[in-house]
């Protein structure tokens, strides 16, 4: 971060809490994905959080707690299978959607009767939310409608000069945002795939999970369009990837490729990057490198596309092809 020149200051966990405190927005490391945190009590603080992303009014927030008795707070009743999933997931990436408690900020919930409650995985800021006492409203810290981020400079390429501080936490470790499981009613619904699967979560359960028709519009994540980095991307299958190479190159169109094998030929018009063969260190290295991406000045992504089949790669395969619907 040395060579850029950004206003916002990197604090202590002592100063995130003061800050948080006083009503401001820090961004928070967690294990998937870096959070812009105001304390989710404060609504003018939460209203910040909207304006500093750029992102509507109606599109709630995830509030993250220190522990699964803070959850309870949040919500007017929390079903035995979420205590399941908790004991099971908590600390984790893994989102629950709730019945919202009465008399809680309504800007947190988009105006919904619902709320979204998770216990991160990660000792900065769960060290922060024990500290503050309280609760933080936290949507990943980038601009609405593109990549979260994944390190502190990502945060700040977006939002210097919006927030009022970073905690750095290095890298995050899963890279993807959270699961999310809808808990509202009987039939147990995944909203958002992530790190843990649709097979993770029935085995907890003993029971099937029905996955939720994509673009509803009140889950932003779930926008056909979002998760966009800046140059165009397209997915290709493994058996296409060579001619789809060679067709861009035979018209001098410059065009990075991340792909699970080796380069197998070299052009100064061709960034070629091998991908992680493990579903884990993709995921940890997406973002990140959809960004390196931006920075080749090329016109076009090729990825090759990750398996459609295995339900390990559903989180991963969900950001791609979203990234890839922003260019329709
Ligand atoms: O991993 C994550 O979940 C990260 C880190 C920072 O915790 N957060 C994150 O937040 O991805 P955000 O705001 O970028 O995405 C949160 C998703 C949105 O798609 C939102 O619509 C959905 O959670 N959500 C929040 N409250 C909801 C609710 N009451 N019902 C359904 N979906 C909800
Ligand atoms: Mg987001």
Redesign the pocket.
Known sequence: MATHNFKTPILSIDEAVAVLRSGGLVALP?E????LAADASQEEAVKNIFKAKGRPAD????V?VASFEEARIWAEEIPAKAELLARHFWPG?L?M?FKKAKNINRLV??G?E???V?V?NQKIILEVLRKLGRGVA????NRFGRV?PTLPVHVLEELDGLIDGVVDGGSCQVGI??T?V?LTSDEIRL??PGHISLVDLEKCLGEKVSVQVANAP?????LKAHYAPMTPLKLIKPIFLQTEIEKYLSQSIKINVWSFEKPKMTSPLLNWVQAPLDVKDYAHKLYEQLRAFDLFGSSLTLIEKPSETDVLWSGVLDRLSRAEAHFD
């Open positions: 967690t998937t994905v870096y959070g599109h709630p927030l995830i993250h990436p989102t959607v919930t988009g919904q619902t709320i979204a998770r991160p936290a949507p990943s810290a979260s945002e959270s999310i809808d909203l958002r009140r889950v932003p994540g779930l």
